[in-house]
């Protein structure tokens, strides 16, 4: 089986969740499309480790899967207090910071 | 090309040179900052560190004068002012016949006019002040004509300036006291800027400004420099002595008290201009057109003065305008070159005298008149005043050059020199010299004829604040000074050309040269220009006894006059050409450089600041506050980022 698809698979990925970010409201939503992106690269990121013979991918969507991880924690805990405030989840209504 | 004096080392008496100027210093340091301590006794300490300068004066004097001539010139190296690299100047004084002449005059006109100045201030609640001022103003003149070098000259030079500044504008509640002392200042300025050239110049082209090395060394100048320097010390000289064309300040500066006209602006100050070409007169010995200069701007100055004198109905303007006019013969005199430098400086202490003397009338006659100066409302005044018209009378013949006073002696030398010169000159300057001292006759003759005789018009008028007029004499402290001067008027030329003035100068100002005595070259023979002289005045004087002795003088000047006594009394348009040359296109060029200003820089700068300010007022409207915008311009500027590396990895 060749790798392209794999490659293909995650361009996909990435698309529907770039996509979703920036068409979607909810905050909810918009977080797990960028979940969505995160691990379209980290498919990619094996896909090139597996053509290339080396570990180096892989370690790196280790660290990815890290980094998202502590970003999940961090950032569902910002939504679960804008939701306790504004009894709300869209991304709009919290447009306070800017000009 | 006169000899270079040997120059010794001031000794013994003349070792004490620095109490002539350091005692009028005292003074002066006292009376203005003692405050109102000082208010009971202060012009007697004025008039008393003067006169001590005097004493020193003249002790100095006849130390030197038991000298041989050649070893009669001496300096006195105080200490070193200050050194910055090759400049080295020395705070030093030059004592040699020239400057002890001008000590003796500016100390004893000077001492005579303090005393007098007693009285005349003595209802004035600023006396204290005006004698700390007078004798600031006696310190810088002396510094002026005893520096051994240029920058001590310099220094004398702005001292003289700020004290008649302060002098002229002594009524500060007086505006047009205020404008006048502001116009000298100005226009003192211009001058002065010409002598900071001049001695730049000698500076950058000798590397020294001591007198001796100077004048010993003008054989290294090239000839467009000598002219250059020649001609910026002509332009300092014409702005200190009212000469064309920078003579509109002096009749302006009247508005100070008259013992300041007398002192300032008739006897001392107005002189440094002589002085400075006198005592440079190596300089200007090796420099034909630079005197040829000179002697032109003297003779247009006395022309000028004399018609303007005719004119005027303010006694002490007709005074100024005089001053002027015989400061112009000076100039004509020391524009002669050696045939001419002592005679200059022999009318200067002969005008000195009687010019002092009749300010000091002139004054006299004000004090009894309500302080009003308007001739056209005195008259028959000579019985009132016997003293002020007697003395008045003295110093008023000896400046029309009535044969064997003073004037006549020294006025009758410069115009004979005039006609001596060869060709056109001789008969220019001799000619114009000539119809002046007609002129002169003719103005001194009108102003005295409406002073002391005729008619008195006062009794019929009021002056401007409502008050009779009563004429009196003045206080002894007045008349005495007065009568001095009348004496130094009547017999001053007599003496000094007796005594040879000339020989005595001929250290510092070199052999007179007297052209054409035994070969008669100039334009008229030598014996006829007394009588021609004479012959002008008597006409000056019959013409003025014409017109204004023998008519009523109305107390209205007459409005309808012809075109010449229009031009006159508007200073011959002197005031009006300065405008029209030099302010108002200074004004414009102001508010061109203003409107430049704002325009032009200020706005390159704010309109810089306004551009970037309103960008980003506009540009900061980007920044909307929704996330999801933020993730698009992302998601934009990555897809450019790779596309731009994609176009340049596969170009």
Known sequence: MSTTYYLLLSALLFSIGAVGVLVRRNAIVVFMCVELMLNAVNLSLVTFARINGALDGQVMAFFVMVVAAAEVVVGLAIIMSIFRTRRTASIDDANLLKY | MSELPEVGVATGTASLAWLLFVLPALGAAVLLLAGRRANRWGHWLGVATVAAAFVVGLLIFFDTLALPPELRTRELSLFRWFGVGSLQVDFGLRLDPLSLTFVLLITGVGALIHLYSVGYMSH??????????????????????????????????????????????????????????????????????????????????????????????????????????????????????????????????????????????????????????????????????????????????????????????????????????????????????????????????????????????????????????????????ARFMPITFATFGLGYLALIGFPFLSGYFSKDAIIEAAFAQDGWQGWVFGGAATLAAGLTAFYMTRLVLMTFFGERRWEKLTSADGHDYHPHESPATMTLPMIVLALGSVGAGAVLSAIGLSGWLAPSLGELTETGVAEDVGAIPHAVVPWLVVAFSALGVLIAWLTVGRHRVPVEKPAHVSLPVRAARRDLYANAINEALIARPGIWLTRALVYFDNRGVDGLVNGTAAALGGSSGRMRRLQTGFVRSYALSMLGGSVLVIGALLAVVYA
């Open chain 2, 124 to 381: 004035d609640p600023g006396r204290r002040r005006f004698f700390g001022q007078l004798n600031l103003f006696i310190t810088a003149m002396l510094l002026l004509v005893l520096g051994n070098n240029f920058v001590m000259l310099y220094l004398g030079w702005e001292g003289v300036g700020l004290a008649s500044y302060l002098l002229i504008g002594f009524y500060q509640d007086r505006p047009s006291a205020a404008t006048a002392a502001k116009k000298a200042f100005l226009m003192n300025r211009v001058g002065d800027v010409g002598l900071a050239i001049a001695i730049f110049l000698i500076w950058a082209n000798l590397g020294t400004l001591q007198y001796t090395e100077v004048f010993a060394r003008v054989g290294e100048l090239s000839g467009g420099v000598l002219l250059a320097i020649t001609l910026m010390l002509l332009l300092g000289a014409c702005g200190k002595s009212g000469q064309f064309p920078l003579q509109a300040w002096l009749p302006d500066a009247m508005e100070g008290p008259t013992p300041v006209s007398a002192l300032i602006h008739a006897a001392t100050m107005v002189t440094a201009g002589v002085y400075l070409i006198g005592r440079a007169h190596f300089l200007y010995d090796a420099s034909v057109t630079g005197r040829l200069v000179v002697a032109v701007i003297g003779t247009i100055t006395l022309l000028i003065g004399a018609i303007i004198g005719c004119a005027y109905d303010d006694i002490k303007k007709v005074l100024a305008y005089s001053t002027v006019s015989q400061i112009g013969y000076m100039f004509l005199a020391v524009g002669l070159g050696p045939a001419g430098y002592a005679l200059g400086i022999f009318h200067l202490l002969t005008h000195g005298f009687f010019k002092a003397g009749l300010f000091l009338g002139a004054g006299s006659v004000m004090h009894a008149m309500n302080d009003d100066v308007d001739m056209r409302r005195f008259g028959g005044l």
